[in-house]
């Protein structure tokens, strides 16, 4: 059976967790193969809030492997503390996951230097989560990572962190003017937080490798989302991994040939967090309407997010790049009630016209949007199950979409509940729709 991908095709917080939630009940294993604590995203299910922010999605169900990459920056205190909520909620979580052993810690000198590079008076600060996950990955291209492997081995654990925590300790005195960590209390914390994270740590690469040759379902769970990929988005503002397709292969320890349907989730608008060129944005009641109707406040961070029309340029480059077999457009519903609602189509770039999405981001910098607008609806379209129930002019933006980025639309989801969903292949639509049930990310 081929892999499945779900795919973040904007800036993240596409509604991402709601569509995994949803068909991870076809998987047999899910993987988070990239990033860290910096995703976030919450699922409601019979009244309970389970907070997501490391934990694949498949970990409320039972009889799933879930399974944390070799590509991850864990923070192992974070990843306990989610273990611990969710066990004391009565799901065996221990049960249930494996970590990989290649995959790298985020120690507590990464959130350190995390926060006091954001805050430093010289260069662009990015915005980012404060997770510590761009100096995690730092130190990994550095070859000065701490990894799982290392974690759970005492004298290999104390050897890392002397080398580190000196250099680190110089770094956040001497250039950002901070304070000191120590090395003692350091090292006695992350041992402690390795013990109990032992019996997890494994080989993920081969148990995933094992799983796809006996045809098990394997499910990858992106985060973040392509225009956020720190190679393909609008770099520098972007996380620090490759958080799309091209991200999979290495950071879960399989081929790309094995990665079969990919599911590109867009919302049908866009939101961004933190800072960087956004060229479909909007500051008027019409950002406020999605702001407030979408809920759209970082999971992780709580901050507000930036808000704009669906820019096809993006969500085109993103299918190109991805080659996405179905999308799943979110969040249909917050759009009821804007007389009118808009595309960008392309933008002007110093006086001329670009359809395509330049990857040059001064240049994306510089874009002014080219909106075209289409009628809206006024209907509340939270209710309807049925494709052919959707309001013609919401019917039509999502054609117009699916039709400019060349991608057929897979998943309708108008609303945060998993009942709330269409299927253009009702052979997908989740056995256990859960009416209670609701996520947002
Ligand atoms: P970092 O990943 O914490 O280093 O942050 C880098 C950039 O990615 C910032 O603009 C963050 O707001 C953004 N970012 C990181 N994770 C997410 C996410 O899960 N959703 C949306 N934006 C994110």
Redesign the pocket.
């Known amino acids: 059976m081929p892999a499945t991908s779900v795919i973040?095709a904007q800036?993240?917080?596409e509604g991402k967790g709601k569509i995994i939630d949803l068909i991870t009940d076809q998987a047999d294993v899910v993987v988070r193969f990239q990033?860290?604590a910096?995703?976030?995203?919450t699922v409601i299910v019979e009244g309970n809030k389970f907070v997501f922010h490391l934990l694949p999605s498949g970990v409320l169900r039972e009889g799933k492997l879930n399974v944390l990459g070799g590509g991850l920056v864990i923070d192992p205190a974070q990843l306990l503390s989610e273990i611990d909520q969710f066990t004391e909620r009565g799901i065996d979580v221990m049960s249930r996951l494996a970590v990989a052993g290649n995959a790298h810690c985020v120690m507590p000198y990464h959130k350190t230097l995390?926060a006091l590079r954001e805050g430093r008076k010289a260069g662009v600060p990015?915005?980012?989560?404060?997770?510590?996950?761009?100096p995690a990955y730092a130190d990994k291209a550095h070859r000065a990572g701490i990894r799982m492997y290392d974690l759970i081995d005492e004298q290999r654990l104390r050897a890392r962190l002397e080398a580190n925590v000196e250099e680190k300790n110089r770094f956040i005195t001497q250039v950002y003017e901070g304070e000191a960590l120590d090395l003692e209390q350091v090292f006695a914390d992350a041992w402690a937080l390795g013990q109990r994270l032992a019996p997890l740590v494994t080989d993920t690469g081969r148990v995933l490798r094992a799983a796809l040759d006996d045809g098990k379902h394997v499910f990858f769970e992106g985060?973040?989302?392509v225009m956020?990929d720190i190679d393909h988005g609008t770099y520098p503002?972007?996380?620090?991994?490759n958080?799309d397709t091209l991200g999979i292969a290495a950071g879960a320890g399989v081929s790309p040939r094995r990665i079969g349907h990919q599911i590109g989730v867009v919302k049908a608008y866009c939101?961004?967090?933190?800072?960087?060129p956004f060229p479909s944005e909007l500051f008027d009641a019409q950002a406020d309407h999605l702001r407030e109707g979408g809920g759209e406040f970082?999971?992780?961070?709580g901050?507000p997010?930036r808000c704009g029309w669906f820019d096809v340029p993006v969500a085109r480059y993103a299918a190109q790049l991805c080659e996405f077999d179905g999308l799943a457009i979110t969040k249909l519903d917050v759009m009821s009630g804007m007389p009118e609602v808009g595309l960008v189509t392309a933008y002007e770039i110093d006086g001329e016209t670009v359809d395509e999405y330049p990857v040059d981001t001064t240049l994306v910098e510089r874009a002014k949007p080219i909106i075209e607008m289409f009628p809206g609806w006024t209907e509340n379209v939270s209710a309807v199950r049925d494709v052919a129930d959707l309001p013609e002019t919401c019917r039509a933006f999502v054609d117009e979409i699916c039709s400019r980025v060349g991608v057929p639309w897979e998943i309708l989801s108008v609303g945060p509940g998993r009942e709330s969903t269409m299927f253009r292949n009702p052979a997908r639509r989740t056995a256990d729709p859960t009416p209670a049930g609701g996520v947002s990310?």
């Open positions: 973040g800036w993240g917080d990033g860290g910096n995703a976030g995203h995390d990015i915005g980012t989560t404060g997770r510590g996950i761009g985060a973040q989302g956020l503002f972007v996380t620090s991994s958080s939101t961004r967090v933190g800072a960087g970082g999971a992780t961070t901050r997010r990310s």
